[in-house]
Every structure is written in C-alpha cells, then in structure tokens.
C-alpha cells in the first residue's frame, strides 16, 4: 500500500482536467442493469468506486468492456444474483443495486453498504420507497432482502432529504405499474444526470433537479449511449486547492453553476474567480478573509466540500465557523490537521478554525475521502513533507491525484508505506 508525500509551500499554476463525477457515475452503471441491450457511459473516472461497480455487473452476469473513460455494459443476461458481502461493503453506491435489480426482477439481496463512515448514514428512506412501490423489505443478517410480486406506481414523501432515496426509488420505478411520484427529493446535478440516462433508455421522468419527480412506469428499457457530467466535487477540490496556493490555475470541464455556492464563499474571502461556460481561472495564493460556513442540501455548499475547506480557512484572517448540518460529525480530519498545527476547536456539529495558523509537515491519517483531500490541500500550504496514509480512501473518488497536482507544479510523490506507517494507519 502506498502514501502520498507533498512537499509544501510550492505556487501552483497551469490547468487541472476535471473527471466524470463518482456520484453520477456510482448509479449510472447500477441504472444499466434495467436496460436489456448494451449501454454506453462515456467519461467515467479512473477511480477504484468504479472498479468494484464493474466488477459487481460482472458478478450479476453483466458483459462490461473499456475503452479508455467509456464503458459499454450489456446487461442482456444478468441475473438476480444475491451480493450480501464481500464487494457491495466497499462503497456507499452498491446500494443502488437493490433499485435496479428490484426494479429489474423484482427481487434482490443486498449487503448493507459501506462508504466513508461520516457518522450514522440510514437507509429508512429507501427502504420506505420500496415498500410504497409493493416491495416486502426485510433486513437479515446484515443483508436486506427486497421481493415483490410486482412493482406498482405510488406517491411517496421523503422525510429526509437524501440523494441515494431519490435515486434508488427513481431506479425502483421506472418500470413500475403506471406513476410514481417522488416528494420532497433531493436536486442534486447528479440526479438530473441519471434521469436523463433513464430517459434516454426509454423512462418517462420528469422533474429531475426540482423537488418534485414525477414517473410514468414504462414495460421495457433499451440500450443508449451517455456522456456523464463534470464531479463537481473533485473541481470544488482543485478550486479551493487553487485559491490556497494557486497563482493562476485554470479548471477546465467544470459545470460553473454546480459550483455556485462555493465560488460566491471564495469570492468573500478575496479570491479571484473568472468563469466561462466550461472552465473557472482561479487566482489564489492572497489574503483571505474569514467566512462562516453552513452545509446544506443542493444548491447549498455541499458536505463533500466541507473538509477541504476547512483546511483553507486555517491560513484565512482571523476566525471561521464551519457548521456541517448533512452529516453532523465529519469532523474525523480536524485531528489530523491539529497535527500540523491548525488550531481548531469542534463544538457540537460546528468547527471553529482559528486562522492564519502556520501549518507543519506531519504524518497524517487519511480517514475518508475528503478527509484525504483535506488533508492534501492542507500538506501544500504546510512548510515541510507532509506524508498522508489511508490512500486508499483518496482513490475511491479521486482521478490520478499525483498526476493531476504534479501537472499544477506541486511537489509530490508515491512511496510504499513502511511498517510504522501501517501502524499508524490500523491505530488512528
Ligand atoms: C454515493 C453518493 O452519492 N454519495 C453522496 C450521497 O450520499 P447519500 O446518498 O448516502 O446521502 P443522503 O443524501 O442520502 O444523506 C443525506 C442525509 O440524510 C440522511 N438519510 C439519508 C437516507 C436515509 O434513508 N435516511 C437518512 O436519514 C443521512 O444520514 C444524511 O444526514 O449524498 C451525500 C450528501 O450530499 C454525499 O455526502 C455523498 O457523497
Ligand atoms: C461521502 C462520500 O462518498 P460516499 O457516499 O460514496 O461514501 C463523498 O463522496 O464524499
């Protein structure tokens, strides 16, 4: 197993490529399993969430093939093969398999799913969707066993606001018996993008991206070809990684909307921010002002970008709030970055940052995936090597990191992590 060493305080310029985004891309290949001839995903990211998804379609009897970012899957002979352990615990997307397969053939066993342990996640609100759809849900052994003699079109109200509720119910209902409407739903971007792969395989939904999605059950679902939509989250990433230390980053295949409530936050701290229909120039690396700042729903600030920018406001003037109202204890990357000296406190599900605190190398344990690109963006701004372990959690959403922050002139690299290294990573 590997770790990343970064080498701080180097000016970043030049321009970062923006991948396919995870969120999109971990449902659009679960959402072909409802198709009943081949499907074509373009411009996924080269990330290890998309290799067990695949691996999960072959496990079923999907015929999956690459070619470069585009993926085909023909899903013409899979079955509904029970997946109650092993793979599906590696990520949080593999339950989208329990919407497709019972949306496909009405049955489906599910092991629970994995994910970055952010605090409690439920799956209630799934669960509550399927059973409205006529599906007997039972919950054994870890595993959830979903079966229905058929699926049957119903109006269901989420309690809570969830991306994965919507999007599983979405799957659940596309081939349901006459129409399903789905109340309270999350708008997320990447709920617009799998409704639109639906669609084009032949789905009649309407709403996606508003709070309201309305569906009208349709018999069959065909092959098709779609092109997904810029992570927002990995360009929030190197946007705020380019307002620490970037002199003039540019970030190209971005969504600039997606990415409003982050860039209207950067532009109160004083970074430079120009936008054009696909790309932002970032010009960073000045002083930054203190903000507060609330995570919410889309089109709020996303709790995926909570963690990185946290690391930004420590070298920020004077102090900031970071409240996280989606997951309320994601705060497992504030140890870590008082390691290297960033001075902050957690008080309940807030963090209060004291800025302009000079940050120090130091071996840092990588907890979660944005705990990992925390801590990343807080090793450039550090003086010294920063040597951050727990890689792995970085590669489940992260597209070649190394690459993409050598190609910005950051000075970092790979090692094998050393025995002492593997400790600290099985204690922390
Ligand atoms: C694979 C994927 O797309 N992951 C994203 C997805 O996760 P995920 O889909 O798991 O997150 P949700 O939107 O479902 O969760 C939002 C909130 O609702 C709660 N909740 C959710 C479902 C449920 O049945 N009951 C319930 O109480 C959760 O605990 C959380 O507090 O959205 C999160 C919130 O934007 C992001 O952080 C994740 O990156
Ligand atoms: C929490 C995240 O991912 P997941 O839901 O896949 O664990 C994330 O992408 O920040």
Redesign the pocket.
């Known amino acids: 197993m590997d770790k990343l060493l970064i080498e701080g305080g180097h000016k970043l310029n030049g321009e970062v490529r923006i991948s396919g985004a995870k ?1 999109s891309a ?1 449902a659009l290949l679960p959402a072909t399993i409802l198709a009943e001839s081949e499907v074509t995903i373009e411009g996924l990211p080269n990330i290890s969430d998309i290799d067990i998804l695949k691996e999960l379609l072959e496990d079923i009897g999907g015929e999956v093939s690459q070619d470069g970012e585009d993926v085909t899957i023909n899903p013409a002979n899979m079955v509904s093969m029970p997946l109650p352990n092993g793979r599906v615990k590696k990520l ?2 593999s339950y989208y398999f329990m919407g497709a397969m019972l949306g496909r053939f009405k049955k489906a066993v599910i092991g629970l799913p994995g ?1 970055c342990n952010l605090g ?7 669960i509550k969707g399927f059973e409205a759809l006529g599906a007997k849900v039972t919950n054994e052994q870890g595993a959830i066993y979903l079966q229905a003699d058929e699926l049957v079109g119903a109006k269901i109200y989420l309690d ?6 919507t999007i599983n119910i979405m799957l659940a209902a596309v081939k349901a018996k006459g129409k399903t409407t789905i109340e309270n739903a ?1 708008k ?1 971007p ?1 709920i617009i993008d799998v409704a639109t792969l639906l669609n084009s395989m032949g789905a009649n939904i309407k709403g996606a991206g508003t709070d309201v999605i309305r569906i009208e059950g349709v018999d069959e679902l065909n092959g098709c070809q779609h092109t997904i939509i810029p992570d927002r989250i990995e360009a929030g990433t190197y946007t705020i990684l380019a307002a620490s230390k970037g002199e003039e980053v540019t970030i190209d295949n971005v969504i600039p909307t997606h990415l409003e409530s982050l860039t209207a936050k950067l532009r109160e701290m004083g970074v430079e921010i120009e936008e054009s229909t696909d790309y932002l120039i970032v010009r960073g690396n000045r002083p930054l002002s203190n903000v507060d700042i609330k995570t919410l ?1 889309y089109p709020g600030i ?3 970008l909570q963690q990185p920018f946290t690391s930004l406001l420590t070298q920020a003037e004077g102090t900031s709030i970071v409240t996280d109202t ?2 309320q204890a994601r705060f497992k990357h504030i140890d870590e970055l008082r390691r290297m000296n960033a001075s902050i406190k957690v008080e309940g599900n807030s963090a209060v940052v004291s800025g302009q605190t000079p940050l120090e190398g130091a071996k840092v344990k990588a907890s979660d995936l944005r705990a990992g690109a925390a801590l990343v963006i807080a090793g450039l701004m550090a003086d010294g090597v920063t040597e951050v372990v727990g890689l792995d959690h970085i590669e489940r959403g992260y597209d070649q990191i190394t690459e993409k922050l050598k190609n910005l002139g950051a000075v970092v690299w790979r090692e094998q992590m050393s025995e002492e290294d593997k400790k600290l990573f099985q204690n922390a």
């Open positions: 969120n971990v949080r997307a994910g409690p996640r439920p799956i209630d609100q799934h809570v606001v969830s991306v994965g509720a999350a997320e990447e729903v996303p709790t995926d989606i997951y």
